[in-house]
C-alpha cells in the first residue's frame, strides 16, 4: 500500500517556491546581466519542458480531440486590420501617475491592492489573520500595498469588499472617484495620483524600410483566424460548426507588470474560434459534459457586491440561462476538465463571468476560469461568445464576404419587393454616387422598402446615404416591383465561441499548486526540502536514473536503461554526478522529477532496480524490464502508483549481491 503524505504540514511559502525556480532556472527576467527589463522572461530547460508538456496535452485535448484545424499567423499585423477590429481605439487600459515622481500604476490594480492590504490589515488587527511573513530586506520587490494592522469600521469594511466585488464593472473616471473618496495614494511613495486616463496596450511598429506602412505586434491571435476564414471554411467543405486553433506568441505593452509571469509583455497564447450558426448553438457533445460540476460566479452576484460563488453542472448552468447556450458551456466544460488534468487544484478554481462594462459591447456572455494563488484569483483562460461581430467589420472593411452559403432542404417561397434600376438613367443622373445609391437602397429591408414604394408612386423617393446625403429619385430611375422569390440557399455570418488561454499564467499557477515543503526530519532543521509535485503528464523530466558508482561496469546497463525509456518514448535524465544519492534525489524533487531509477552493484549483478516515487519516497523494486513496463504505464496514466505498489514488492533497503 502506498504511503500517505501530508502536503499541508509546512505552510506554504512563495520565497521558498521563488528561490526554487530560479535555482533551478524554470524562468529568469530576460536580459539580466544588462540589468532586465519588467514584463520580459526567458525560460529555461525545465521551464521550457514543463511549457511544451502543457501544450502537447492541450493541442491533444483540444486540436485532436474536437478534431480542430490548427493555423499558424504572422505576428506583426497591418495597421487597419487592428482599426477595423476596435483594438486601436479600444485596446487600453486605465493608468494613473504619481504626481511627484511620475510612476505609473494600472489604476485597478492600484485600487485592488490598497484595499485588499486594509481588508488585510483589519483581519489582523481584529486577530483574524495571522502576522504577515517578513521578508529579508533584500529580497523585497516594489510591489503592492503593505497591510498595517487598523481596524476599520463595519461599514467601511462592507463597502471595500463591495467596491472589490465589482471593480472590473468600474470605468477610468470612477476609478479615479474611488481614489479620492479612499484617498488611494501610490503605495511605494505615498504621493497622490493623477486622473485615470487610457493607455493602449499594443507594441507599434512599421512594416518596410520607409516607416509609411504602420504595423502593429499581435496582441492575441485571434485576428489571424479570421481573416483566414474563407480558406477554413472551403478547407472543411463549406460546413458549420468547425473550429480553428492557434498557439503562438502574443504581445501587450503592460502599464506596470510586477506579477512575475502572471503580468508579462510578451507570452504565449492558445485561442480556439469556433463557428457556429447563431440560429442554432447547441452542440451534439454536450451531453458528455452535461454533468461536470463546476464553481461559477455570476455577474448579478458580483452586481450585488458579492464575491459569494455556487456549485451548478454545466447542465443546469445551460438550461437556468447562468450560461448563454450548449456551446459556450462545452467549451467551459472542457477547459475545467483540461486545467485539472494538467494538475491545477480544483478547489483553487472558478469561473467568473463578465459584468456588463468589463465585457465587449458586441458579445453575447463571456466567463473566465479564474485560478487563486498567492496574488489573489488571476484570469487564465477567457471563454467568450463574441457572435458576429469580427466577421462582419473585416467583411464591411474589405468587401470580402465572410458568410457561410447553405443549402436549405426545403426551399423557402415567399412574395418580396425588389429594386429594379434603370441603370442607363441612373448612370447619367448621379454618376459617381450612383453605386452608392444603389447600395444603400438595396440593404434596406422590406418595411423601409414598402415606403420607397409608396413615395415613389406620389412622384419620388428620398434616399439617405451613411455619409448624411440625400438623393431624390423618380419612377424613371427606380421602381419596386412585388415577386415570388425562391430561395434555396441561406447565407448567413456564423457567430464565434472564443475560448482564449494564457498559457504562462497556467504554468506558473500550476507550480504554486503543486510546490510544498517536507517537513523536518530533526529538531531544529529547517523545512527546506521543496518538492514539485507535478503531475507526470507535464512533468519536464518523467524518469531520474541514479547510478549508485562512476565505474565503468555501470555504463552498459546505464545505457541500456536510457535507450528503453527512449523507444518507450519516456523523457529520462541521468545523473551520475558526485553528490551523494539523498542530494541527486531532492534536487530533482525540486525539479517536479516524479520517479527515480535508481542503478547498483545488485542491478548489475542480478538485472533488477529500484523505483522510487518522489511524493511519498517509497520505493518498489524488480527486473529491469518490469520495471521500464511500470514506469511507462504510470506516465501514461493507465496505472496509478497504487496500483504499481501492488505490482513490484517493496524495497527494504537492501539487494542481494551474489
Known amino acids: ?86 483594438h486601436v481605439a479600444r485596446f487600453a487600459d486605465w493608468m494613473v501617475k504619481d504626481t511627484k515622481t511620475g510612476d505609473v500604476l494600472r489604476a485597478d490594480h492600484l485600487v485592488k491592492n490598497v484595499l485588499e492590504a486594509r481588508l488585510a490589515g483589519d483581519k489582523e488587527a481584529r486577530g483574524v489573520a495571522a502576522q504577515p511573513v517578513v521578508e529579508d530586506d533584500k529580497k523585497k520587490k516594489k510591489k503592492a500595498a503593505k497591510s498595517v494592522a487598523v481596524k476599520l469600521a463595519d461599514e467601511v469594511v462592507k463597502e471595500y469588499e463591495t467596491v472589490l466585488a465589482q471593480l472590473d464593472n468600474f470605468s477610468g473616471p470612477e476609478l479615479g472617484d474611488l481614489c479620492r473618496k479612499f484617498v488611494i495614494h501610490n503605495p511605494d511613495t505615498d504621493n497622490e495620483v493623477s486622473e485615470p486616463v487610457q493607455f493602449n496596450l499594443m507594441f507599434k511598429s512599421s512594416i518596410g524600410p520607409t516607416g509609411a506602412y504602420p504595423g502593429y505586434l499581435r496582441p492575441e491571435t485571434a485576428q489571424g483566424h479570421f481573416l483566414n476564414f474563407s480558406r477554413l471554411l472551403d478547407f472543411n467543405n463549406g460546413r458549420v460548426p468547425f473550429a480553428s486553433a492557434q498557439i503562438g506568441r502574443s504581445f501587450r505593452n503592460e502599464i506596470s507588470p510586477r506579477a512575475g509571469l502572471l503580468r508579462v509583455r510578451e507570452f504565449t497564447m492558445a485561442e480556439i474560434e469556433h463557428y457556429v450558426d447563431p440560429e442554432d448553438k447547441s452542440h451534439p457533445r454536450f451531453g458528455d459534459v452535461r454533468d461536470t460540476t463546476m464553481v461559477l460566479l455570476d455577474r448579478d452576484t458580483q452586481a450585488g457586491g458579492s464575491t459569494e460563488t455556487r456549485e451548478m453542472t454545466i447542465g443546469a448552468a445551460v438550461h437556468a440561462g447562468v450560461v448563454a447556450n450548449e456551446t459556450l458551456g462545452y467549451f467551459m466544460a472542457r477547459i475545467h476538465t483540461y486545467l485539472l488534468k494538467i494538475g491545477i487544484n480544483p478547489q483553487r478554481l472558478r469561473f467568473r463571468q463578465h459584468m456588463a462594462n468589463e465585457m465587449a459591447h458586441y458579445a453575447t456572455d463571456c466567463w473566465d476560469a479564474e485560478i487563486h494563488n498567492s496574488t489573489g484569483w488571476t484570469e487564465c483562460v477567457g471563454c467568450a461568445d463574441r457572435a458576429a461581430y469580427d466577421l462582419t467589420v473585416h467583411s464591411n472593411k474589405t468587401g470580402h464576404p465572410l458568410v457561410v452559403r447553405q443549402a436549405l432542404k426545403e426551399p423557402i417561397v415567399e412574395e418580396r419587393d425588389v429594386p429594379e434600376w434603370n441603370k442607363k438613367v441612373l448612370g447619367k443622373t448621379y454618376k459617381a454616387d450612383a453605386g452608392k445609391i444603389t447600395e444603400a437602397v438595396e440593404k434596406l429591408d422590406q418595411a423601409a422598402l414598402g415606403e420607397v414604394k409608396t413615395a415613389l408612386e406620389g412622384g419620388k423617393a428620398t434616399v439617405t446615404l451613411p455619409d448624411g446625403r440625400q438623393f431624390d429619385l423618380t419612377p424613371d430611375v427606380l421602381t419596386i416591383t412585388r415577386k415570388t422569390l425562391k430561395q434555396s440557399v441561406r447565407e448567413f455570418t456564423p457567430n464565434v465561441i472564443e475560448p482564449s488561454f494564457g498559457l504562462g499564467r497556467i504554468l506558473y499557477t500550476l507550480l504554486e499548486h503543486s510546490f510544498w515543503a517536507r517537513p523536518p526530519t530533526k529538531e531544529g532543521e529547517r523545512a527546506e526540502r521543496g518538492v514539485l509535485s507535478l503531475p507526470p503528464l507535464v512533468a519536464p523530466t518523467k524518469v531520474l536514473i541514479v547510478p549508485l558508482s562512476a565505474k565503468e561496469e555501470f555504463d552498459p546497463l546505464v545505457a541500456e536503461v536510457s535507450t528503453k525509456f527512449r523507444k518507450a518514448g519516456i523523457f529520462s535524465r541521468v545523473d551520475d554526478s558526485n553528490a551523494s544519492i539523498g542530494k541527486r534525489y531532492a534536487r530533482n524533487d525540486e525539479l517536479g522529477t516524479p520517479y527515480g531509477i535508481t542503478l547498483d552493484f545488485a542491478s548489475v549483478k542480478n538485472r533488477t532496480m529500484t523505483l522510487r516515487e518522489r511524493d511519498t519516497m517509497d520505493q518498489r523494486i524488480g527486473p529491469i524490464d518490469e520495471v521500464i513496463a511500470t514506469v511507462t504505464e504510470l506516465v501514461n496514466g493507465t496505472i496509478d502508483w497504487e496500483g504499481a505498489c501492488q505490482r513490484l514488492p517493496a524495497y527494504d533497503g537492501v539487494q542481494a549481491v551474489e
Open 1 to 86: 500500500m502506498a504511503t500517505q503524505v501530508d502536503k499541508t504540514a509546512v505552510p506554504f511559502d512563495k520565497t521558498a517556491l521563488e528561490s526554487v525556480l530560479n535555482r533551478r532556472f524554470f524562468y529568469a527576467p530576460a536580459f539580466e546581466i544588462y540589468g532586465g527589463t519588467a514584463g520580459l522572461y526567458d525560460y529555461g530547460p525545465p521551464g521550457s519542458a514543463l511549457q511544451a508538456n502543457i501544450i502537447a496535452e492541450w493541442r491533444k485535448h483540444f486540436i485532436v480531440e474536437e478534431g480542430m484545424l490548427e493555423l499558424d499567423t504572422t505576428i506583426m499585423t497591418p495597421a487597419p486590420v487592428f482599426e477595423t477590429s476596435g
